[in-house]
């Protein structure tokens, strides 16, 4: 019952082409949603990671140059993530 549990919110996508929190998903618009399980997480005690940052905003780190980090990409999603991690133990 000690262990800390994460929730990381949802990364950067090249595919997202309006400015964040105008365009409508399938579940509503994308920054809505993004706030909704942050706030549930918290809800529920775990320690909420804002995923935006944790990933250059640039296709080119994406093998599918939108969704999913290639090699660079999630070398940059680990360093930045294992930074956030630190900062909330």
Same mark, same amino acid.
């Given at each position: 019952?000690?262990?800390?549990?994460?929730?990381?919110?949802?990364?950067? *996508?090249?595919?997202?082409?309006?400015?964040? @929190?105008? !365009?409508?998903?399938?579940?509503?618009?994308?920054?809505?949603?993004?706030?909704?399980? !942050?706030?549930?997480?918290?809800?529920? @005690?775990?320690?909420?990671?804002?995923? &935006?940052?944790?990933?250059?905003?640039?296709?080119?780190?994406?093998?599918? !140059?939108?969704?999913?980090?290639?090699?660079?990409?999630?070398?940059?999603?680990?360093?930045? &993530?294992? *930074?956030? &991690? !630190?900062?909330?133990?």
């Amino acid at each position: 019952p000690d262990v800390p549990i994460f929730a990381v919110s949802p990364i950067w *996508r090249g595919d997202y082409q309006k400015p964040f @929190g105008t !365009q409508d998903t399938a579940v509503g618009d994308f920054e809505e949603s993004v706030k909704e399980l !942050q706030l549930l997480a918290k809800e529920n @005690g775990l320690f909420v990671v804002d995923g &935006l940052p944790l990933t250059p905003h640039h296709s080119g780190f994406f093998a599918d !140059q939108f969704l999913h980090p290639n090699d660079l990409g999630f070398g940059f999603y680990a360093e930045n &993530l294992l *930074r956030e &991690l !630190q900062k909330l133990i």
